[in-house]
């Protein structure tokens, strides 16, 4: 089999079972496509796979990384194509899931060749929005106009991350979106399978996994991180802020949990309406069908 797999979709919708399931069908092994589950130190707050997962399927890309070392999107693109090189001089075949976008995107489409991260800007950078977030928003309009109209002056992440890469590489976003683009070394072998499901049940199980990372040491794996010395709120992770406020008892465990799931949710529709505008090979409606049913189908198709 020629083909890699890469199967996308929301948070909790059931991504890493399906991998699983396929990867024992068709002699596979997993490559984590995922912004937060690459770190190490926080395998609860990101939902990485169990050790029993690990352990059923080999897993790569998962847990590797200090939270202190930066990744672009670019330079996860190529530690994945490393990895699919090395899965099929296995003989093995190479399947790519999680949830994060913009990974896929610069697999399938590529990315600017000079997308760098660089911690030390985005920190002055995130200092600079704190103070006066309207200077950092001006500062775009007259480097990046047509970006700036793109992103809004409270979606911090978006505009220091627009900043810095133009610190860093002395290109616009806009331009860099435009230059030649460098895509996987398997782009035009990609089957791609979107997991898609519905809102009300995906809230559901939003809430069964908040429940079961609270039940199972996340409380415990932040006051780790905390002990550690890192900053969680540079983190900027879904669980982490409310579990901090939860510590130094700015608010209630309940209160913190509300939170988490209502974050989550927001976080899911995101990537409902950036998945819904892509195209795939297959789309699984997962609300009433189990993994097996669904890697039959995969199978069929391909």
Same mark, same amino acid.
């Given at each position: 089999?020629?083909?890699?797999?890469?199967?996308?979709? =929301?948070? +909790? +919708?059931?991504?890493?079972?399906?991998?699983?399931?396929?990867?024992?069908?068709?002699? #596979?092994?997993?490559?984590?496509?995922? +912004?937060?589950?690459?770190?190490? +130190? @926080?395998?609860?707050?990101?939902?990485? =796979?169990?050790?029993?997962?690990?352990?059923?399927?080999?897993?790569?890309?998962?847990? @590797?990384?200090?939270?202190?070392? =930066?990744?672009?999107?670019?330079?996860?693109?190529?530690?994945?194509?490393?990895? *699919?090189?090395?899965?099929?001089?296995?003989?093995?075949?190479?399947?790519?899931?999680?949830?994060?976008?913009?990974?896929?995107?610069?697999?399938?489409?590529? @990315?600017?060749?000079?997308?760098?991260?660089?911690?030390?800007?985005?920190?002055?950078?995130?200092?600079?929005?704190?103070?006066?977030?309207?200077?950092?928003?001006?500062?775009?309009?007259?480097?990046?106009?047509?970006?700036?109209?793109?992103?809004?002056?409270?979606?911090?992440?978006?505009?220091?991350?627009?900043?810095?890469?133009?610190?860093?590489?002395?290109?616009?976003?806009?331009?860099?979106?435009?230059?030649?683009?460098?895509?996987?070394?398997?782009?035009?072998?990609?089957?791609?399978?979107?997991?898609?499901?519905?809102? =009300?049940?995906?809230?559901?199980?939003?809430?069964?996994?908040?429940?079961?990372?609270?039940?199972?040491?996340?409380?415990?794996?932040?006051?780790?991180?905390?002990?550690?010395?890192?900053?969680?709120?540079?983190?900027?992770?879904? #669980?982490?802020?409310?579990?901090?406020?939860?510590?130094?008892?700015?608010?209630?465990?309940?209160?913190?949990?509300?939170? @988490?799931?209502?974050?989550?949710?927001?976080?899911?529709?995101?990537?409902?309406?950036?998945?819904?505008?892509?195209?795939?090979? *297959?789309?699984?409606?997962?609300?009433?069908?189990?993994?097996?049913?669904?890697?039959?189908?995969?199978?069929?198709?391909?």
């Amino acid at each position: 089999m020629d083909k890699v797999f890469a199967i996308s979709g =929301p948070t +909790s +919708s059931g991504k890493t079972n399906l991998a699983i399931k396929l990867a024992q069908n068709i002699d #596979g092994e997993v490559i984590g496509v995922d +912004s937060r589950q690459i770190y190490k +130190s @926080i395998p609860i707050g990101t939902a990485q =796979p169990s050790k029993k997962e690990l352990d059923a399927i080999p897993h790569h890309l998962i847990g @590797i990384k200090d939270l202190n070392e =930066p990744i672009s999107a670019g330079e996860y693109a190529k530690l994945v194509d490393e990895k *699919i090189y090395e899965i099929i001089d296995r003989k093995k075949v190479p399947i790519l899931c999680g949830g994060t976008g913009l990974y896929f995107k610069a697999l399938f489409e590529g @990315i600017f060749s000079e997308s760098k991260t660089d911690l030390d800007v985005r920190k002055r950078l995130e200092k600079e929005y704190d103070i006066d977030k309207e200077v950092l928003y001006k500062k775009l309009e007259s480097i990046d106009p047509n970006y700036a109209l793109k992103v809004h002056i409270n979606n911090k992440k978006r505009l220091i991350r627009a900043l810095e890469l133009y610190e860093t590489t002395g290109k616009n976003m806009s331009d860099n979106f435009s230059s030649e683009n460098e895509k996987s070394d398997f782009h035009d072998r990609f089957f791609t399978v979107y997991l898609k499901m519905s809102r =009300p049940i995906l809230q559901k199980r939003i809430v069964k996994r908040t429940n079961y990372m609270l039940e199972n040491g996340l409380i415990e794996e932040v006051k780790n991180i905390i002990d550690k010395g890192y900053d969680v709120s540079q983190l900027d992770y879904i #669980g982490f802020d409310e579990i901090a406020s939860y510590l130094i008892a700015n608010m209630s465990l309940q209160e913190a949990c509300e939170k @988490i799931i209502i974050r989550t949710r927001q976080y899911a529709k995101r990537q409902l309406k950036w998945f819904d505008a892509q195209e795939f090979n *297959i789309v699984i409606d997962a609300d009433n069908i189990n993994s097996d049913d669904m890697v039959d189908k995969i199978t069929q198709i391909c």
